[in-house]
């Protein structure tokens, strides 16, 4: 990380990571038993898609 970023902010980058880098990935089972997964995808898109989208990358069988 930067030797110029202030401490306060270095734990905030520590933990969040980069503005718009990176992916979260889930494994959600729904009432019925079906299992996706899915993610939230951080990475800028557009100037309307700013705070990222959610995707669904698969159902698992």
Do not use: C
Request: aromatic share 12%; glycine share 8%.
């Amino acid at each position: 990380m930067a030797h110029s970023i202030r401490p306060t902010n270095l734990r905030k980058a520590a933990r969040r990571g980069s503005v718009g880098v990176g992916r979260f990935y889930f494994r959600v089972k729904v009432e019925d038993g079906r299992v996706f997964d899915l993610y939230y995808d951080r990475a800028v898109k557009s100037l309307d898609q700013r705070k990222g989208m959610w995707t669904l990358d698969q159902e698992l069988t």
